[in-house]
């Protein structure tokens, strides 16, 4: 979870100073999500929308010795926008996906994208009236997240591997071969002429101290392994083909400060800065 998102639910939990004179005049007034994507950080709206939503999506997080459900991952939808929201609670008993609701009040949240949030007040209301469901796009995009950490705590089990230049599946059992067959598309081609791909998993740990295990690929590996030779100076530059698993992971163990930006469902990272 994020430091934004703890601060939330710490808020939410322990604040518990509600505007009540604000929620009766916005009762009678939801805002379109996209007029509430204008709305600043921290502020109460009331929604209408189409919930989509994935119980298996459904975390249990410990603040303070409490157990609580959080659905960082739903999405809610109108016929003028989308926008993340994170369900907290006994509320994801209730909600269904693919169901139309008005949420009253929501807690917008101002993060690198903006999103939504139930509060422990939010009371719900199941409407008859039809949203649009979200584009594919935007599910991809509420999809990633960023962390910022200060260091790899861990990294591990390097693998590389070479891919066709066809259809980029993976080619197997060819470590002797000077000329190889793709499983999948069944193009014959040099292995010399073959793209060569690599992973490794690394665990980082945010300001939370929350951990995250995730997967970094040649192009992100690629970028850290160049950020590591520029920090290197005069020592010899390492490459990711040529270099063995414990250079390369003592090169990815001493990098400063990362930004990383990954896929909450498969914990891949899509890029990671240094700044
Ligand atoms: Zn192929």
């Keep these: 979870m994020d430091a934004e998102a703890l601060d939330l639910v710490v808020a939410d939990l322990v604040v518990v100073e509600i505007d009540f004179e604000y929620l009766e005049r916005a009762e009678d007034l939801p805002m379109t999500i ?12 009331i929604a209408e929308g189409r919930l989509t939503c994935s119980s298996d999506q459904i975390k249990e997080i410990v603040i303070n010795g409490n157990s609580i459900a959080c659905n960082e991952s739903a999405i809610l939808t109108d016929q003028t926008a989308s926008i993340p929201l994170t369900i907290w609670g006994e509320l994801n ?49 509420a999809d990633i997240t960023e962390i910022r950490v200060p260091s790899v705590n861990f990294a591990e089990y390097l693998k590389r591997w070479f891919s066709c230049g066809r259809c980029s599946k993976a080619l197997t059992d060819i470590a002797t071969l000077e000329v190889v067959t793709c499983d999948r598309c069944k193009a014959s081609q040099r292995i010399a002429k073959c793209a060569q791909e690599c992973n490794l998993r690394i665990t980082v740990q945010d300001e939370d101290n929350t951990r995250y295990v995730l997967t970094a690929f040649r192009e992100v590996l690629n970028a850290m392994v160049a950020k590591s030779n520029e920090l290197k100076q005069e020592e010899e530059a390492i490459s990711l083909e040529n270099t063995s698993p414990e250079e390369t992971y003592k090169a990815i163990l001493l990098l400063p400060e990362l ?14 800065r240094f700044d």
């Design 93 to 141: 008993k209730t909600l269904t996906s693919e169901t139309s609701y008005k949420l009253a009040p929501l807690r917008v949240k101002s993060y690198h994208i903006k999103r939504v949030s139930t509060t422990p007040y939010t009371r719900v209301l199941k409407l008859e009236k039809e949203f649009p469901a979200p584009e594919e796009e935007f599910t991809a995009a």
């Design 259 to 272: 930004t990383l930006k990954f896929r909450k469902s498969t914990a891949v990272i899509t890029e990671v």
């Design 34 to 45: 996209a007029e509430i994507q204008k709305v600043e950080g921290g502020q109460l709206v």
